[in-house]
């Protein structure tokens, strides 16, 4: 118990840590630029660039475009409009009391398209953000051209422990409240397959919005309202064609989940990267990148009939 104690003393003492600068967050030094637009209520901030079929980025629970920053640029060069955004309550959109449930999301995610001109696109999920993308993918399938499930949350078979444990609501406050940047760099590194990859401006980058007065209300709010058991048994009814991508050492979401996952997909072809963790987007970008920009350009709008029995080791 002493023990555990120092744990959490450390991690709550950590959250003085100064955190960078909003002047220095992504995308600061890239050609890219961060514009806000408010929808449903919610000031979002996001980045667009290039031009061709759009292509929706939604990162993960506790991240940001920050995600995505070895992705948007390849895929706007190879012809696409590449989209990421901070979604509510993360990054460095608003963090409202409420608004964190699956469908608030799904009309949130539609509403920014609208806002964009965006009639249809490719949208990419990694994590939570792939439980969001699949049940956008269910309620607006006349709005997904293809869908792209990186490690992703929700998938129909049952909630993580740990996530279950921390929406219970004296755990999610105990939860919400850890938030130093020790214990921002710990989680990240354990998404890793190969921690040492993280890197201290990778930590900052990431621990500079959980550090925001308002992030623990609406992390509470997430771990309350976000059912990541939703799409159990409906997965079938998502008819676009999907690639599932999996990182072989994900100890967050395991591969099996995927495989599952895969199988239940009517359209879905499963691919994995070796090596890599949860953080797949992070850990393995020029993989991601490369299996990405193929399902964009050969896989949509008609791959061939579900591959998810093929497993391709990368």
């Known amino acids: 118990m002493r023990a555990v104690a120092a744990v959490v003393l450390a991690a709550l003492g950590a959250c003085r840590d100064a955190p960078l600068p909003r002047a220095k967050l992504y995308p600061a030094g890239t050609a890219l630029q961060a ?15 290039g031009r061709g079929t759009p292509v929706i980025f939604l990162h993960g629970l506790g991240a940001s ?14 012809g696409f409009r590449a989209v990421a955004f901070d ?11 409420r608004g964190y449930a699956n469908a608030d999301y799904v009309r949130l995610l ?23 993308a699949a049940e956008f993918a ?24 740990v996530l279950r444990l921390a929406g219970w609501p004296l755990v999610g406050r105990i939860v919400s409240g850890l938030r130093g940047r020790w214990i921002t760099g710990r989680l990240l590194r ?20 959980v550090a925001g007065p308002d992030f623990g209300r609406a992390l509470r709010g997430v771990l309350g309202a976000f059912r990541f058991d939703a799409l159990r048994g409906r997965l079938g009814g998502i008819g676009r064609p999907t690639l599932v991508l999996w990182g072989e050492e994900d100890r ?49 709008p008609a791959p ?5 029995n093929l497993l391709s080791t990368q």
């Not at 475009?65 to 190879?78: E, S």
């Open 35 to 49: 514009r806000y637009v408010r929808v449903e209520g919610t000031n979002i901030r996001y980045v667009d660039t």
């Open 65 to 78: 475009i920050y995600a995505w920053r070895d992705i948007l640029g390849p895929v706007a060069a190879a």
């Open 87 to 97: 979604n509510r309550g993360f990054g460095l959109s608003d963090k409202p009391a």
């Open 110 to 132: 539609g509403t920014l398209m609208d806002s964009l001109e965006i009639t249809d696109a490719v949208v990419v999920g990694h994590s939570m953000g792939g439980a969001v």
């Open 138 to 161: 269910l309620a607006h399938p006349d709005r997904v051209r293809g869908l792209v499930l990186i490690d992703a949350a929700g998938m129909g078979v049952g909630t993580p422990f």
């Open 190 to 209: 354990s998404m890793y397959a190969d921690p040492r990859k993280v890197r201290e401006e990778d930590v900052d980058q990431y621990y500079a919005p």
């Open 252 to 300: 967050w979401i395991p591969l099996w989940m995927g495989r599952a996952a895969a199988l239940e997909l009517p359209r879905a072809a499963l691919l994995t990267i070796g090596k890599a963790g949860h953080a797949l987007p992070e850990e393995a970008p020029r993989e991601v990148t490369r299996d990405l920009i193929a399902f964009l350009q050969k896989g949509v």
């Open 304 to 308: 061939p009939p579900n591959l998810a």
